[in-house]
């Protein structure tokens, strides 16, 4: 078990992502658990990994309706590139199925960790059947105002005349910085410029933050390695299609100008290194108590690792202890 936990320390590549950039300055200790210890977990098939993996999927109910709205978003737009349009009530069918599987997933592996820990009372509240039908009420609200959206209703039911393609988000990138997750949700072919864009089914503003921008650079670097495509960035633009329940779906686009995407880079690079070296102070065993925990108290709220880290406990005594452990770490090396 010991080399086996070195091997699959020693094997570790890291991949980048906008989540895994946000996690990994935020919660060092979260990105470790779940990219590096539960690496591959939707796809190994040993127990603790996978376990680690799916602890760490967890999210609260609301998300969980995010995640299935834009699931059959993606779905409806794959079919109605096929040519195969769906009605309104075919998109909600499926948007309540694929709720209604991850609530009922989410609760199984619940009492899965509920039992390995032996605690004698639930983890997590059953929604009930209101809030159940108060949240998929918000999903069919998004779901026809997509159809309102000059673009979206026009790729989702089938009017579109133009050249345009969805694509798998999820499909890695080979990088020269590394691997990547940087493909847009969509790229449509403009009069004059390809326009990538990225879809996000719940953003409280529709402006992006200078962050925000850089990361959806991503899809031009997805785009420049790609033969088929132009290899100049100053051939597309980026933009940003997202969902506020007051203000509905909204627009934010932008033209890309020449090495804009430099930036992008730099936090890529910075990023894998950070990665690199953050696994390494964990060491082979990946040692988890010198490893910092959360910056702000609320980043616990919604990590699925909250039920066995000790920062979900008690923050002050948890990050006490990771001080002591990290500085024992560094004198026993000194
Ligand atoms: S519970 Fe808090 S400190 Fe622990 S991994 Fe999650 S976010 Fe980080």
């Not at 690792?305 to 000194?334: H, I, W």
Request: proline content about 5%.
């Amino acid at each position: 078990m010991v080399s086996e936990v070195k091997q699959q320390a020693r094997n570790w590549v890291p991949v980048w992502s906008a989540s895994r950039s946000r996690w990994i300055q935020s919660c060092p200790r979260r990105y470790l658990l779940q990219y590096v210890a539960g690496r591959g977990g939707r796809q190994v098939l040993d127990r603790p990994r996978r376990w680690l993996w799916k602890q760490g999927r967890w999210a609260p109910a609301n998300e969980l309706l995010k995640r299935a709205v834009k699931d059959t978003l993606r779905a409806w737009m794959l079919d109605a590139h096929a040519g195969i349009c769906w009605s309104i009530n075919t998109a909600h069918c499926e948007m309540e199925r694929r709720f209604q599987r991850s609530i009922s997933s989410q609760q199984d592996e619940m009492a899965k960790l509920q039992s390995r820990l032996q605690r004698p009372t639930a983890l997590y509240r059953t929604p009930t059947p209101d809030s159940i039908a108060r949240l998929l009420e918000d999903g069919d609200l998004i779901l026809r105002r997509a159809l309102n959206h000059p673009l979206i209703g026009e790729l989702l039911s089938c009017r579109f005349s133009g050249e345009w393609q969805p694509l798998d988000p999820f499909e890695l990138s080979r990088t020269e910085e590394g691997l990547a997750y940087l493909t847009p949700d969509l790229i449509i072919k403009g009069p004059q410029r390809w326009v990538l864009i990225r879809l996000l089914s719940d953003s409280w503003k529709h402006l992006p933050d200078a962050a925000r921008e850089v990361e959806l650079l991503g899809m031009v670097k997805w785009a420049l390695e790609e033969p088929t495509l132009p290899d100049s960035e100053e051939s597309y633009e980026i933009a940003r299609i997202s969902h506020s329940k007051k203000k509905g779906w909204r627009t934010w686009r932008r033209q890309v100008k020449k090495n804009d995407t430099e930036i992008l880079r730099q936090m890529i690079r910075s990023d894998i290194s950070a990665a690199r070296t953050l696994v390494r102070s964990a060491g082979p065993m990946l040692n988890l108590d010198r490893i910092p925990l959360a910056e702000k108290k609320w980043r616990c709220k919604d990590c699925g690792f909250r039920f066995t880290c000790p920062g979900g406990k008690d923050m002050e005594s948890a990050k006490l202890l990771q001080a002591a452990a990290e500085q024992a770490y560094v004198n026993s090396k000194a």
